[in-house]
């Protein structure tokens, strides 16, 4: 399977075409490279480091959630020389996968963290342009300090909790989504998790009552890379690796 192939199966799994993002985005095959797919190293974000390991461990493909075009048309020099050069020279292909990769029922990044948590009744949550990119969910009632051990335990990072009290009914939007803490509050939800936030979202939790748990932008969005390799893995028997370059944001 090459990778024009597997971009296909990956934008219908996804359904790339159907989710509205920035344009900048470019979800799909951002890079196309020749011959079969071997191995494909799974990253949150196509940086220079992860490209570096992905070569390292001898992959042909990568599979990101942050693309290799968020900065839109500009002229390949500096360090997006290096990556693009580099990339081409190594036939590493890239594919990429930022919204809907972050809502993907099965797949996606929240979808996972609602495991982690084991929620139970989700239903989708988070308006963003036109849909919702979020989940929500219940959890059996535990303090803000129990709800904080149990996610720093899952994802191995520095969780932050603004607010205090019990948590039962728990919004999720990974990654820098903190503006939708207004909605967890006009749903009444108890609390809300993302990746990280501004000073003002501090006031916003304390002032609406809605908690709010700031995990970590880079670690609450690896799961969904690792879901992907994971369906590729028992769908065609590609190996794939996960490529960890935590930022600590
Ligand atoms: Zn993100």
């Known amino acids: 399977m090459d990778i024009l192939q597997l971009s296909h199966y ?11 993002d920035s344009p900048n985005a470019m979800n799909g095959l951002q890079v196309q490279n020749t011959g079969d797919i ?6 949150v974000d196509l940086c220079m480091a992860t490209i570096e390991k992905a070569i390292t461990v001898d992959c042909n493909m990568m599979f990101v959630h942050h ?3 968020w900065g839109g048309v500009k002229p390949i020099r500096g360090n997006f020389y290096e990556k693009v050069s580099t990339m081409m ?8 996968a930022h919204l809907p990769l972050d809502m993907h029922p099965v797949l996606g990044n929240n979808k996972a ?3 982690q948590l084991e929620l139970y009744e989700l239903e989708p949550f988070g308006e963003y342009g036109g849909q919702k990119i979020g ?8 303090s803000a300090e129990g709800l904080r051990i149990k996610l720093e335990d899952k ?3 520095p969780i932050k909790v603004i607010g205090s009290g019990e948590v039962q009914t728990i919004g999720i939007v990974s990654g820098g989504a903190a503006d939708i803490l207004t909605q967890a509050a006009e749903a009444g939800l108890n609390a809300y998790l993302t990746g990280e936030g501004s000073n003002h979202h501090y006031h916003e939790a304390i002032e609406s009552q809605c908690m709010l ?11 969904g890379v690792k879901s992907v390799g994971k369906h590729l893995e028992e769908q065609f028997g590609i190996k794939t690796e996960f490529l960890d370059y935590p930022t600590g944001i």
Do not use: F
């Open 10 to 20: 990956l934008d219908n799994l996804l359904g790339i075409k159907e989710v509205k």
């Open 38 to 43: 071997k191995k494909v190293g799974l990253a």
């Open 67 to 69: 693309g290799m075009l």
């Open 89 to 96: 020279r190594e036939n590493l292909g890239l594919y990429s």
């Open 113 to 115: 963290l609602a495991d």
């Open 135 to 142: 989940i929500k969910g219940r959890l059996d009632r535990i």
């Open 155 to 157: 994802l191995g990072s």
């Open 213 to 223: 748990i700031l995990a970590g932008h880079y670690a609450t969005e690896t799961g």
